[in-house]
């Protein structure tokens, strides 16, 4: 047996690696569906990200906006990364640096009445679009993926506690 074939082959992939590329595989194909729906508007999926996030807080009553720090932990964004997105939507008109309340250092950033109503005009046909991507299940698979789905990633999110591994 030749000692090159056996050390080339690459392990066999049970069911944690299939579902984590799977996993991968549809968030990238759900971006490059959803890319078109945002671009119509003049906005990235981190934008609107950012100013989906805004909105509704405001609308739950946080009218004073968020913190940039509260921005990236709740959209999952480093901070440099936050400042840039925001930085634009700024300088576009649609968010706006605010004081905030009870602390003369801090910052919070909240919609402008131009962002607001921009919002309101994507969510026009938002729901459409992503009842367009998850279409491919029936109501019934959806329940039970949406079940599945919450119970991976409460099980993600502790593994944020846990210190990383050493690699091997």
């Not at 490059?32 to 739950?60: C, D, K």
């Not at 720090?69 to 634009?88: A, D, F, K, M, Y």
Request: proline share 7%; with cysteine.
């Amino acid at each position: 047996m030749n000692v090159l074939s056996v050390s080339n082959r690459q392990p066999q992939r049970g069911p944690p690696e299939l579902a984590y590329g799977g996993i991968l595989r549809a968030f990238g194909a759900i971006q490059r569906v959803m890319r078109p729906y945002f671009l119509q508007y003049g906005l990235t999926q981190s934008q609107w990200a950012i100013l989906r996030l805004l909105y509704r807080v405001e609308h739950n009553g946080r009218p004073e906006g968020l913190r940039m720090v509260e921005i990236g932990q709740r959209i999952l964004v480093q901070p440099p990364s936050v400042t840039t997105l925001v930085r634009r939507l700024t300088k576009a008109g649609l968010t706006v640096h605010a004081p905030a309340p009870n602390d003369r250092r801090g910052v919070h950033l909240r919609l402008t009445a131009r962002g607001n109503a921009l919002v309101e005009r994507v969510l026009l046909g938002h729901r459409r679009q992503i009842r367009k991507v998850a279409g491919g299940l029936g109501a019934r698979d959806l329940r039970r993926f949406c079940d599945l789905l919450e119970r991976f990633n409460d099980h993600v999110t502790s593994l944020l506690a846990q210190p990383p591994e050493p690699g091997h």
